[in-house]
């Protein structure tokens, strides 16, 4: 499905889809207790239905209703198939997870998700006796393994070590998870926080014994901070929009945006080490002002490679950009209409829609069905705001 946007400045009310990252781990914790919970929750995006899918192998089933949704114990699974969509948060955690309980799993999804960096939870399973069978569009495990004390990197993604952590919170001794290369260091502050708030103590490397229990009778799922960075970039260029459901501090790493972009501005060179999603909407605010980018290098390995098409999608508007030894630069200019090839990706779409409402002619995204990933809601949006400034 293609899009075509018409140029029309943004001005309005906007409420933030859930975030995908603390819903992940709470999902898990939940299935991981064997007791029920409820999460306040505004939408389900594929990724997070995806790991509902999950939970489900574990033997959890989900109800939602009127914002509300249940996940209630049922009969664990000896033999699962698991569809994870396209969600590399959910089949690199599942990976880590369901082995230590479900000895037949198929693990599923679009061929797209099997061609991401998958050898580390690969190699970890088979060096504790798990078997992994590879095929085209799935990977298959059998046997089961125990928690145990591990290194881990994480120099490419840190979601492998997150399952492991998620999964050690079931063990009956301590487990010690040592993590080398922390690139990703603000989302397994975030497991470890959110690890706490189920009542299982983490001392250093250390999580401990103890009971799974749930933080509260409702737990609400926080806004997502990525997704609230491209509307913070709209505003520098000129829109007027107000998120409504920010609130307060946030675990999400993303958070760190307007501080970001502000560091932008003053002209310094942007350290994306631990937040490199934030280079689409920093690349969108910086066709205003120019911008400079560093420590993105990861990006190669989305949904797409993200450096090469923020690129294209720069250069489709006209705007003039570089990479060269892992420095992103961004030339400020007139953004002007376009066709945009996501490759898949939501977050160039997100992107391509903000630059969108500034360009000088319409703007025409193709597979724009991708934002269903993460936000099922955001070409309504969209269009909300633009008619809200009508």
Known sequence: MNITLTPSPMAGHITLPPSKSVAHRHFFLAALSGKPAQFKIATLSDDLRATLNAVGALGMEHHIEKGVLRLMPKNKQTKATVDCIESASTLRMAMMILPTQIPDIRFTGKASLFARPMDEGITYLKNRGVEVHIEKDAIITRNTYTPESTAMSGKITSQFITGAMLAATTASEPVTITVREKTSAPYLHMTEEIIKEWSIRIKGDIICSGELTAPAPLITIEEDRSHAAYFHAANALGAEIIMKNISGESLQGDDAFPELLRQMKEGKTVDLTFHPDLLMPLAVAATKTGGVMTGVERLRYKE???????????????????????????????????????????????????????????????????????????????????????
Request: with cysteine; glycine share 8%.
């Open 304 to 390: 797409s490679d993200r450096i090469a098409t923020t690129r294209e999608m720069l250069t489709a508007l006209s705007i003039e950009s570089s990479y060269e030894s892992d420095i992103f630069t961004v030339s400020p200019g007139r953004v002007k209409g376009g066709t945009i090839h996501t490759g898949g990706d939501h977050r160039i779409a997100f992107a391509a829609a903000i630059l969108a409402s500034v360009a000088d002619g319409p703007v025409t995204v193709m597979e724009s069905q991708c934002v269903e990933k993460s936000w099922p809601d955001f070409w309504n949006t969209i269009k909300t705001l633009g008619e809200d400034n009508r």
